[in-house]
Every structure is written in C-alpha cells, then in structure tokens.
C-alpha cells in the first residue's frame, strides 16, 4: 500500500521569499505523483503532477517540483511567493496502473505575510 | 469549459435521514471518483466508476452506495447518517486515467 507524508503542517513565509513543502511517499510499485492546491471553501486544483520522463515538472503559478526516485520525495517549490499563494497543499499518489484514486498526505498550510 | 459541479453545495441533514449527493464530469470524461474530506483531515477515497462499472473501492462505509449513469454523471447515495459524516464530499472526473479535475464539494452537515 502507498503513503504520503508532508512533513510540515503548516509553513509561514514572508512574500516574495522562497519556499519549499516537502513530501515524501512510500510505495512497493512505480506511482504517479500530483500536488493539489486547496484555497479555503474550495475544491482542489492540480498544480502539477509526474507521470515519466523528467524529474523536474513544472506547474501552474510558477510552482516546480523534483521527483527524486532514491529518497522516494517530490518537494514543491516555488522562488518567490506572493499573498494570493496563501492556500492548503496536498501531495498525493497513485499507483501505476491502477484505477487512478489518489492517496493525500495530510496537507501543509501555506501562509504567506506580507 | 465548465468544470466538474457538483450539488447541492451545502447540505443540513438530520442523524439517520438520508443524502443524495450528485456530480457531473467534465463532458466526455468517463471516470468519475468520490472522496471524503473531514475537518482539518486529507481527502480520503471512497469509490470510482469507469464507463458507469465500479471500478475500485476505498473506505466507503456500507451505509453509502455509489452508482454512474448513462449520462455518466453519479450520485453517492448516504443512509443511516451519522454525526461523523459530516465533511466535504469532493468528486473528481478524468478521461481514463488519473482524477486530475475536482469539483467544489458538496459540504455536507449533519445535525
């Protein structure tokens, strides 16, 4: 069975500074890999996702993320963030060849100060 | 184009009534997934469909049923509901494949 796990709950940032949420996943098969953003009464927009080919995938909004098979990872980043990036972020799985659900970390709130 | 939409986007229910959620895919979209989200948790899978068959089970209780119509929009069907049903119900749609486009839920609130 998959397991996603975002390593920080919450993430304060001031504007314009870089930022970085972690994910880390465990599986016994070849997955996919998805970041979700969630704004507050809202449902959950994908930001960008790995399927094959290169490990670095870039996103909407300016966000990237680097699938790193060894150390089972795929942060997200993004080099300068703004007040509207204030949102909730889920790192997600599946398995390759499966039906497609999606197994969710527990999120990281991404608070951004002006 | 318009997106997955879901309804009724908020719902009050009493314990033990039931609740009929419904969602429409992205036109031509075959696959249609249902999750749940609690409060402050992760969404959590509870049922797809594919070309209106079952196509896989999560943690859905026996309580619900799910089904995918000839239209290919779904109802997720909620009986016997109980306190701890209370969450944000998302539905997601893709073209085979991974669920890559979710609705806005359906917040469900259970008295």
């Known amino acids: 069975a998959q397991s996603v796990t975002q390593l920080d709950s919450q993430v304060p940032v001031f504007e314009e500074a870089p930022v970085e949420l972690r994910c880390n996943y465990s599986s016994s098969v070849s997955v996919y890999l998805f970041w979700y953003v969630q704004y507050p009464n809202q449902g959950l927009q994908l930001l960008l996702k790995?399927?094959?080919?290169?490990?670095l995938v870039k996103g909407i909004n300016g966000f990237e993320a680097e699938f790193n098979k060894s150390q089972t990872s795929f942060h997200l980043r993004k080099p300068s963030v703004h007040i509207s990036d204030t949102a909730e972020y889920f790192c997600a799985v599946s398995e390759k060849g499966s039906q497609g659900n999606l197994i969710f970390g527990k999120g990281t709130k991404l608070s951004v100060k002006p | 184009a318009a997106g997955v939409i879901q309804s009724p986007r908020h719902l009050i229910k009493e314990k033990r009534e039931t609740a009929t959620l419904k969602c429409y895919p992205i036109?031509?979209?075959?696959?249609v997934y249902w999750y749940q989200q609690g409060p402050g948790q992760d969404p959590q899978f509870l049922i797809s469909f594919y070309e209106k068959m079952q196509s896989d089970k999560g943690s859905i209780p026996d309580r619900f049923s799910a089904q995918q119509f000839s239209d290919y929009h779904s109802e997720l069907n909620m009986s016997s509901l109980e306190l701890g049903d209370s969450a944000l119900y998302f539905c997601?749609?893709?073209?085979?494949?991974?669920?890559?486009?979710f609705g806005d839920g359906t917040r469900l609130s259970i008295l």
């Open positions: 036109s031509r979209h075959d696959t």
């Open positions: 997601a749609s893709s073209l085979g494949g991974q669920p890559q486009h």
């Open positions: 790995y399927l094959s080919g290169s490990t």
